[in-house]
């Protein structure tokens, strides 16, 4: 299955389609979107916030509960905080979410095609770069 690149119009391929919908995920306030006001990733909300460890594992627990809430494709097996120390107190933190990629997961087949490592950068903009 292809899908459609939400900047440039041009087909993706599935893997790629899986990821552009978690970013969307997690850079979506919850309550912001108008028909459905239960979606959203919540990790917004937690930004600007003193980094401790109990806000990285908030941040692991929001991540993985609303990509296996909104994303079928995926299934988060580890969410790992990326980063130096310095660039952490730099405010450039970065996670590492390991998971199931299920290509026929929204179609209610669960089959693991294989597990995919993607990184997402905080300071910027959300943005994910598979490995």
Do not use: C
Request: charged share 20%.
């Amino acid at each position: 299955m292809a899908g459609i690149d939400r900047r440039t119009g041009a087909i993706i391929d599935d893997l790629s389609s899986a990821l552009q919908a978690a970013v969307f995920i997690l850079s979506t306030r919850v309550s912001s979107v108008v028909l459905l006001r239960e979606f959203g990733g919540g990790v917004i909300e937690l930004l600007g916030r003193a980094m401790t460890p109990s806000l990285f594992a908030a941040w692991q627990q929001l991540i993985a509960t609303a990509i296996d809430l909104w994303e079928p494709r995926l299934s988060v097996r580890r969410v790992v905080p990326t980063g130096s120390v310095d660039e952490i107190r730099t405010g450039k933190a970065g996670l590492l979410i390991e998971a199931d990629f299920r290509p026929r997961g929204h179609l209610g087949d669960y089959s693991v095609e294989r597990v995919v490592g993607f990184t997402l950068s905080f300071g910027g903009g959300i943005r994910a770069v598979a490995s």
